[in-house]
């Protein structure tokens, strides 16, 4: 079992930046590919990027250049540096993990999921 907390979620204004963080517990954290994902009110729960065991990553089109992921095994930590943030990014953020050394942009690859931060972008 591997357990995952996102924390750093908050109210930022449009064109302001926000670091989020994901600890995991539990397996190797290194062996786990890991997934941002979010979720807007009344819509699907979509990804945002991803990073393999080696630190590749894999981004949607609407945050390539704004968004950037990275890992620290060390410290068993995903992060998600979001920058010039815009209203459309209000959503619920989730962490994801998966035993691979792939990254994956589907929801059902992933194995463990958080229970989410709140983002908010005000206009």
């Known amino acids: 079992q591997v357990q995952l907390v996102e924390s750093g979620g908050g109210l930022v204004q449009a064109g302001g930046s926000l670091r989020l963080s994901c600890a995991a517990s539990?397996?190797?954290?290194?062996?786990?590919?890991m997934g941002w994902f979010r979720q807007a009110p009344g819509k699907e729960r979509e990804f945002v990027a991803g990073?393999?065991?080696?630190?590749?990553?894999d981004y949607a089109d609407s945050v390539k250049g704004r968004f950037s992921i990275s890992r620290d095994n060390a410290k068993n930590t995903v992060y998600l540096q979001m920058n010039s943030l815009k209203p459309e990014d209000t959503a619920v953020y989730y962490c994801?993990?998966?035993?691979?050394?792939?990254?994956?942009?589907?929801?059902?690859?992933?194995?463990?999921w958080g229970p989410g931060t709140q983002v908010t972008v005000s206009s």
């Open positions: 539990g397996r190797t954290f290194s062996n786990y590919a």
């Open positions: 990073i393999n065991y080696g630190g590749n990553t």
């Open positions: 994801a993990a998966r035993a691979s050394v792939y990254t994956f942009r589907l929801l059902t690859e992933y194995d463990y």
